[in-house]
DNA sequence: GGCACATCTTTACACTGTAAAGATATACTG
DNA sequence: CAGTATATCTTTACAGTGTAAAGATGTGCC
């Protein structure tokens, strides 16, 4: 295994458990170094033998962040039942689950969009791990824009979806927007109506 | 005045302004309170006889920045020619009024926008604010709605315009999309070309 | 002139991220 | 198996943060 045995097991995972606990309960302002530390029952500077520095250990948790959005979009969109069109739905299912993820993980999903570009450019991986997550709703996009004959730049539309999908979730977690106050049952549905105002079939 | 001739003139305006220009030169992390007492040469806990605290500077800037976000939509909508058909284009200048102030003021929107609903319901001149913005984009996509006659829920409507320009202008901080990726001429042209995908007349 | 009060300063404290140097257990080399 | 190198963790230290508490200082009012 080469790292298990060490001193602790291995660290690192529990750092990054812990620190991802601690984000979910009290937020990207509560969450110190010494506070991870703490509750790994270690010394506060022990992170830096496996992070640069703080800015490190958020950007991982940011990369994790944004396989789970991906993960969640596609079970989203497999949940939705497939019908004969083809992937008519599935846009929709990707929009809830974006949404979705957003609202059960707050804090990471504002830590993963959180920063200026410059601060993302140095994590590659990160970079890397968002542009999974647009590829797949943009490629989407584009399949749906086919079968309904749509008209238009693909990535013009991608980017309308994104964007619509992305300041959706924003505004629900400021508080700015609600299901009940919108008339809706549920925040899967205010998703469904808002998209539905996308003229492309979602 | 009052509070004109006190020790300093009025510490109170000069705090603000500091802050908001370290905020426009360092961002919100690099804006600390001593950074700010010592540019506006004052003690470092000057401020707490204007200021209950950190959070409520931030809150006050952010307030103002309500406004100058809802002016800027404004004169952006009043620069766009106006058709004789009304309001048609009106929304769109709206719209670029909205994701162009994001841009010219990267650091202040991301203030705006930043912390849960639990932060902004502690201080209501920063929500009612934040509703005049709101407000005055609603009316403008309902009144659109009825002139173009289209179905649907107004303030469903009104949602999905505020999410997709609000997502883009985030979309677009964050550095993930960019006018030149989307072969636009121009951030303005992209705000153009994105809300055209939405299904009421922009 | 004297009093009350708003304003600003001084001092202090707990907390933060992290640099530097020391301790320690593991892995590799002979 | 012995010994050295190395990754891992601890100790100590420092500059910087927000802010509470108490003292100083000028302003306006009676």
Redesign the interface.
């Known amino acids: 295994m080469g790292k298990k045995a060490y001193h602790h097991g291995n660290l690192r995972a529990a750092l990054l458990a812990a620190a991802r606990e601690i984000l979910d309960t009290d937020?990207a302002e509560g969450l110190s170094l010494r506070k991870v530390a703490r509750q790994t029952g270690v010394s506060p500077t022990a992170l830096y033998s496996h992070f640069r520095d703080k800015r490190e250990l958020l950007a991982v948790l940011a990369t994790d962040g944004f396989d789970s959005l991906t993960r969640r979009m596609q079970e989203e969109a497999a949940r939705s039942p497939s019908e004969p069109t083809g992937s008519g739905p599935q846009l929709a299912g990707l929009a809830r689950g974006y949404v979705l993820f957003a609202i059960d993980n707050?804090a990471l999903f504002r830590l993963m969009?959180g920063?200026?570009?410059?601060d993302?450019?140095e994590f590659p991986q990160l970079a890397e791990a968002?542009s999974r997550a647009?590829t797949m709703m943009a490629e989407a996009v584009t399949q749906a824009m086919r079968e309904h004959a749509i008209a238009?730049?693909g990535?013009?539309?991608a980017?309308?979806?994104?964007?619509?999908?992305?300041?959706?979730?924003?505004?629900i977690?400021?508080?700015?927007?609600s299901a009940k106050?919108?008339?809706a049952s549920d925040d899967a549905d205010?998703v469904d109506?808002?998209?539905?105002?996308?003229?492309?079939g979602i």
């Open positions: 937020g707050r969009f920063r200026d570009s410059g993302l450019l968002g647009y238009g730049k990535s013009i539309a980017t309308a979806a994104w964007s619509t999908v992305h300041g959706l979730a924003m505004l977690l400021d508080g700015r927007v106050d919108q008339g205010l109506h808002v998209c539905g105002m996308l003229n492309f």
